[in-house]
C-alpha cells in the first residue's frame, strides 16, 4: 500500500463518532494507537486513548469551543443532518463542513477525509434516480449531476478550506454501510435483523420489501471496517491525497442469492419478490409493541424500535428500479486492495449485535 506519512504527533478528530462509519474509525484508529477525539451529540464508549467532545454541529461557536484546544492533524467526518429539502440539506450540512474547518483554522491540519455517498451519482432524495445518470459500475470521475446535492456542496467546502488552511483531503463514497451502531437513521443490517426478529416471534416468514430490479439485478454494499480502513489509508498515504475513491467491498451479489441467507443466519424462514415491493414501512406498521414483546422476553437492551430500525431508509435501498455497484479501480491501483465477502460482513454484524444484546440470539 505504499509507505505511510504518519507520524507519532497524529491526532484524529471523528466527526459522527458514535454512528456506523465513526464507530468503525475509532476502532481502527485507536487500535493503531493514535491520539482520538471522538465529536459527538453523545460521548461513546471509554477505551484507552480516546477522548469525546460535544458540539452542536450546526453551531460555529459551538465548534470553536469544543475544539478550539486541540492538536487535530487528520480529521474524519463521517456525520450528516437529514433535512425536509434538498436546499436545506445543502445548507444545513454543508454548512457543517465549513464550520467544523473553520474552528481547526488553528490547528496543524494536515489531511481531511470526507464520508459521502453514491448519492453523488444517482442524485439527491428529492431527485433521487431520476434523470441521466452515469452507467454502472459508478466510477470517480463521472461529471456531476446537473442537480443541487448536498455532497456536492460538502464537497466544495472541504476543497475550499484545503485551499484556505493547506491540507490534502479525500472523498469516500460509500454504499449501504453495514456496520455496528444505534440510533442510525441508515443501519441496514440492524434493521433488517430487527425486522427478522420481529418476522420469527409473528410466525411470518422475512418478506423482501424491495424492487424486483434489485431482487434480481447486481449490486455491493460496504462494510464500515473497510470504509474505515479505505480513509485511514488515504489519509496516510501520498496516493490518496486530494482524490475522491469509490467504497465497496470488492464483490457483488444478487439479493435473491443473499435474502435466504441471511434469513437461515436469523432463524426465519426467507420470502422473495412476488409482483410488487412490500415495503418495511408497511409489513412492520404494527411492530413497536411486538418489539417490546421481543426485548422483554429476550433480556434485551433497546426497547425503542426507532433506535434499531429504520425501515424507510431501508425500504430506499432496497426499493430502487435502477442498478447500483461501484468500479473500486481506483483505490485499487492506487494502492488499498481490502477486499470484504459480503455474506461474512452480514453474518459478523449479526453475531455483534447479539453479543450487544440488541437483537435475540434464538
Known amino acids: ?56 454541529l450546526r453551531s460555529s461557536e459551538s465548534l470553536r469551543a469544543a475544539l478550539g484546544d486541540l492538536p487535530v492533524t487528520h480529521v474524519f467526518f463521517t456525520a450528516w443532518s437529514r433535512q425536509q429539502t434538498e436546499a436545506e440539506n445543502i445548507a444545513v450540512n454543508g454548512g457543517m463542513v465549513r464550520d467544523l474547518l473553520a474552528a481547526l ?12 455517498g453514491l448519492k453523488h451519482y444517482l442524485g439527491p432524495f428529492e431527485a433521487y434516480g431520476q434523470g441521466e445518470m452515469p452507467d454502472t459500475p459508478f466510477h470517480e470521475d463521472e461529471p456531476r449531476l446537473d442537480v443541487d446535492n448536498f455532497y456536492y456542496a460538502q464537497e466544495d467546502e472541504l476543497f ?39 418476522s420469527r416471534h409473528t410466525g411470518r416468514p422475512l418478506v423482501f420489501p424491495g424492487s424486483e430490479t434489485q431482487w434480481n439485478g447486481l449490486t455491493d454494499v460496504t462494510d464500515a471496517d473497510l470504509l474505515a480502513s479505505q480513509m485511514v489509508w488515504a489519509a496516510t498515504h501520498p496516493e490518496g491525497a486530494d482524490e475522491a475513491f469509490n467504497t465497496a467491498n470488492g464483490d457483488v451479489f444478487r439479493w435473491r442469492w443473499m435474502w435466504p441467507r441471511i434469513a437461515a443466519d436469523l432463524g426465519v424462514e ?35 424500535i426507532t433506535r434499531v430500525a429504520s425501515w424507510w431508509h431501508t425500504d430506499a435501498d432496497l426499493g430502487r428500479d435502477i442498478e447500483v455497484m461501484t468500479d473500486m479501480s481506483k483505490s485499487r491501483l492506487a494502492g488499498f486492495t481490502e477486499h470484504h465477502r459480503t455474506r461474512d460482513s452480514f453474518t459478523k454484524l449479526f453475531e455483534r ?4 444484546r440488541l437483537i435475540p440470539r434464538g
Open 105 to 116: 483554522s488553528d490547528a496543524p491540519v494536515r489531511h481531511v477525509a470526507l464520508m459521502t
Open 270 to 304: 426467507a420470502e422473495g419478490f412476488d409482483t410488487a415491493p412490500r415495503p418495511f414501512e408497511q409489513q412492520m406498521v404494527d411492530a413497536t409493541p411486538v418489539w417490546a414483546e421481543i426485548v422483554e422476553q429476550h433480556g434485551l437492551v433497546e426497547p425503542d
Open 160 to 198: 475550499a478550506a484545503a485551499r484556505r488552511q493547506g491540507f490534502t483531503w479525500s472523498v469516500h463514497r460509500s454504499h449501504t454501510v453495514l456496520g455496528h451502531a444505534v440510533g442510525n437513521a441508515m443501519n441496514m443490517g440492524l434493521t433488517i435483523a430487527v425486522a427478522a426478529a420481529i
Open 1 to 56: 500500500m505504499g509507505t505511510s506519512v504518519l507520524t507519532e504527533s497524529a491526532h484524529a478528530l471523528v466527526v459522527g463518532a458514535t454512528g456506523i462509519a465513526g464507530g468503525a474509525l475509532i476502532d481502527r484508529l485507536s487500535d493503531e494507537g493514535w491520539a482520538v477525539t471522538g465529536l459527538s451529540r453523545r460521548p461513546g464508549a471509554e477505551r484507552p486513548g480516546v477522548g469525546w467532545r460535544s458540539a452542536d
Open 353 to 356: 449485535y447479539r453479543v450487544a
